[in-house]
Structure formats: structure tokens, C-alpha cells
Nanobody
Framework: QVQLVESGGGLVQAGGSLRLPCAAS????????MGWFRQAPGKEREFVAT????????YYADSVKVRFTISRDNAKNTVYLQMNSLKPEDTAVYYC????????????WGQGTQVTVSS
């Protein structure tokens, strides 16, 4: 089992920045990838970014490329999503999740943190 706790959400003006940490516990993550997803009101959950823990390889959705950066701190077992140049359309609940590199399934999810970007 892996427990995930997101934090760092809040209200920010357009053009501003936020950093979302996601702390993981319960299992070593070296055989996993971690991802960020988001869900806006009335919309389906969408992929934002992912990082392979062991190699730090990253991949981003086109909508956030250049503006968002995913990173991880091995010592803290924490993944971060640095969000810059935020837009109102980035408003959503942001979730982190753990993906098995064997099955490619996202098996564990955090509870989510709200990000609201005002215009």
C-alpha cells in the first residue's frame, strides 16, 4: 500500500505560481512512476505530468508544457508540481497518483488539493 498526501493548493491570480507537494509513504517508489492529474468542475479527470522515480524522466500534457515542472525528492519521498504562469483554465482539483511500471496502472491516489486561478 502507498499513502499519498497532496498539499499546497489555494487561490492565486492569473500569471502567478504555486507548488504542489505530494508526500508518499508505505513503499519505496523506485519501481514506480508518479503522476499528477486534475479535474475541473463538470469535466473528466485529465493527465498533467508524470515522472519515473528511478530515472527522473518526465512527460507532460501539451496544455502545461513549459509552464509546469514535475520533480521528485528521493530523501523526502515527495513529488512536486511547480506551476508557473497559471491561467484560469488551470483551476481544478489536482491529484497525485502512483503508477506501477509493470502494469502501467495508477493504483494509488491522493485525496486531491484545490487550485483556483482568478482572472
Amino acid at each position: 500500500q502507498v499513502q499519498l498526501v497532496e498539499s499546497g493548493g489555494g487561490l492565486v491570480q492569473a500569471g502567478g505560481s504555486l507548488r504542489l507537494p505530494c508526500a508518499a509513504s508505505g513503499r519505496t517508489l523506485r519501481r514506480y512512476a508518479m503522476g499528477w492529474f486534475r479535474q475541473a468542475p463538470g469535466k473528466e479527470r485529465e493527465f498533467v505530468a508524470t515522472i519515473i522515480w528511478s530515472t527522473s524522466s518526465t512527460y507532460y500534457a501539451d496544455s502545461v508544457k513549459v509552464r509546469f515542472t514535475i520533480s521528485r525528492d528521493n530523501a523526502k519521498n515527495t513529488v512536486y508540481l511547480q506551476m508557473n504562469s497559471l491561467k484560469p483554465e488551470d483551476t481544478a482539483v489536482y491529484y497525485c497518483a502512483v503508477r506501477s511500471l509493470v502494469t502501467s496502472n495508477y493504483d494509488y491516489w491522493g485525496q486531491g488539493t484545490q487550485v483556483t486561478v482568478s482572472s
